[in-house]
């Protein structure tokens, strides 16, 4: 049996590298190489049932765990200065997260995959990989088959419609008429928050509460509620951008099919339009499933999610803190960003105009969507490479690609620098063009993709028992004093020896 896994492995792995073609790691300088396929950790589940395949994969993890502490529990991890400390402990290794960690090569890996990988693996709806792929991905480490992925869009099909009550109907349903309360100077975000917290999803764990629930079963309810939760996700996103969704075509369908739907119920969008944007949602959402767990709202919710028992709140806590993620530009500044360039310098800028504008940018203000960095972001250039291929004649996107090819060449010649594109100065005039101009509204589309990654994560650490990260907290004074005190030893310890000698 074994030796049979080995051989359709190997047979799987020849197939994915000769399709890898499309989504090869390509740097925005338009260099190529392809790169070497990861394969699945462990063996595969046959199951078409997310929930039994989930099963199968904790009994495993928690004996590695176990292992790991006991054969290992004293082993160093990091080294921790005052420095870091008030870095806030920024490129510290202090957490676990099994879902997804940054590569300083590669960028995000989900589940070991990095992200040309989960891109070119995992099952398609329509030109691109579909939500409930990655997040089976993501929660079991298997890259789902297309029998799977499709078990999981009629679960989610079906849980949606027994909480039809919750988003459907005159005012929205229940969701919708709190909405409608709200000032409407209330953000996006802010509304998106208030909106999982009244989402009731705790009925399963509350029985399970009540009932006095073994904890190492607390994640099956935890599982129960969170696939009610995530299933109805779009519909809230739908009613945040239109305060009750009606005449929608398809109600049935996976899960950015039913989200399209509920924009272009609330937006402007061209009918020639709508499958296109199914693709590039589809692709959005795989791109940002999962983050680093030391980004504030993936940490928030990593944290209350492990601490209390109801994932809408955890949800509805980490959704605040994506008012300003990413840290090097949201996607409203950088619209605003190329919005002022094209006011000031017209839509069909002469490159000589658009550099000199961008020099005085870059003396005065910070580089809106750009960073220093080692590599160019995967994200930015599979987004990159989905613009050229389906949308080149686009003057918005032609834009952001010249701004991009100008400060590269600027930065590395001026001083040395490697300045790369973070996906925002990509993806906000992609948003542009399908009809999404709303870029504070589209941060909630950022929040609701990384649900899945939290989700994921939560279940994990239900499943597993992980511990709440709850270290402890002292003052500067104190820790001067531990500083100087521990100096005061060792000088006294080096004076000693010298008197012995």
């Known amino acids: 049996m074994l030796q049979l896994w080995r051989g359709l492995r190997f047979l799987m792995r020849t197939v994915i590298l000769k399709n890898m073609k499309n989504y090869s790691d390509i740097n925005f300088h338009g260099q190529r190489h392809v790169l070497t396929v ?109 029998e799977q992925t499709a078990s999981l869009i009629a679960d989610w099909s079906a849980r949606r419609q027994k909480k039809k009550d919750w988003w459907s109907g005159p005012g929205g349903g229940i969701v919708g008429s709190v909405l409608q309360t709200l000032p409407k100077t209330t953000s996006p975000l802010g509304k998106l928050s208030v909106a999982l917290t009244v989402f009731d999803s705790r009925n399963h764990m509350n029985e399970a509460l ?7 079963t607390h994640w099956e309810y935890m599982y129960e509620d969170s696939m009610e939760l995530l299933a109805t996700l779009p519909a809230i996103v739908g009613l945040i951008a239109k305060g009750e969704l009606k005449n929608l075509e398809e109600e049935n369908g996976d899960w950015i099919q039913f989200l399209s739907e509920c924009l272009c119920n609330a937006f402007d969008i061209s009918k020639n339009h709508k499958k296109s944007l199914m693709d590039f949602l589809r692709l959005y959402i795989v791109l940002n499933a999962d983050e680093n767990g030391g980004i ?40 605003e960003f190329q919005t002022k360039i094209q006011r000031l310098l017209g839509q069909e800028s002469k490159e000589e105009k658009l550099r000199n504008y961008i020099t005085s940018v870059i003396q005065r203000d910070k580089l809106t969507g750009y960073k220093e960095a080692e590599i160019c972001d995967p994200k930015y250039t599979v987004l990159e490479n989905y613009a050229r291929e389906h949308l080149p004649n686009d003057s918005g996107i032609k834009l952001s690609q010249t701004i991009t090819k100008i400060l590269s060449t600027m930065m590395k010649s001026a001083k040395g620098k490697n300045i790369y594109p973070e996906q925002n100065a990509i993806a906000a005039p992609i948003f542009q063009f399908y009809g999404l101009k709303d870029m504070e509204f589209n941060q909630i589309l950022l929040c609701m993709s990384r649900a ?50």
């Open 38 to 146: 990861s394969t699945t950790r462990g063996v595969p589940s046959t199951s078409v049932n997310l929930k039994e395949a989930l099963c199968e994969k904790i009994p495993i993890h928690y004996d590695i765990l176990r292992n790991i502490r006991q054969e290992h529990g004293s082993s160093v991890i990091s080294q921790i200065t005052v420095e870091n400390i008030y870095q806030g402990l920024n490129g510290v290794n202090t957490m676990v997260r099994e879902t997804s960690e940054i590569d300083p090569k590669y960028g995000i890996k989900y589940r070991g995959l990095t992200i040309p990988e989960v891109v070119t693996l995992l099952p398609r709806e329509g030109k691109s990989p579909s939500a409930e792929s990655v997040f089976w991905l993501l929660l079991t480490g298997d890259v789902p088959t297309q």
């Open 210 to 216: 009540k009932n006095g629930a073994l904890s190492y």
């Open 296 to 335: 504030p709202g993936v940490h928030v919710t990593e944290i209350l999610g492990a601490s209390q028992s109801y994932v809408n709140q955890a949800l509805a806590a980490g959704a605040l803190a994506y008012t300003e993620e990413p840290k090097s530009g949201t996607i409203s500044e950088y619209m």
């Open 452 to 501: 899945l990654g939290a989700v994921a994560s939560i279940i994990w650490t239900r499943a597993v028992n992980a511990s709440v990260e709850q270290p402890t907290s002292k003052c500067t004074y104190s820790y001067l004093n531990s500083i100087q005190g521990a100096r005061g030893k060792r000088k006294r310890g080096k004076h000693t020896k010298n008197i012995r000698k």
